[in-house]
């Protein structure tokens, strides 16, 4: 999934959840200023960090790795 897939399903989801951006920063341990970079698109989010965010909107994280 690209970037930018990855943004806009954990900002619809916390949008369908109704639940606000520092709701999910302060559940997360996420900084708020991170939370709201990440869902305008900018920055460069640790795979830790995208982990955090999913793990309070109820999503799961996985990685595919493609092979030759």
């Known amino acids: 999934m690209h970037f930018e ?6 900002k619809e989801r916390r949008e ?5 951006q520092e709701t999910v920063a302060e559940l997360s341990g996420v900084g708020l200023r991170t939370l709201k970079k990440l869902e ?4 460069n989010p640790t795979l830790s960090t995208l982990q955090k965010i999913a793990d309070i909107l109820g999503m ?4 595919r790795v493609k092979t030759k």
């Open 5 to 10: 897939k990855i943004v806009k399903a954990i």
């Open 40 to 43: 305008a698109g900018k920055g």
């Open 60 to 63: 799961e994280v996985a990685l």
């Open 16 to 20: 369908m959840m109704n639940v606000t």
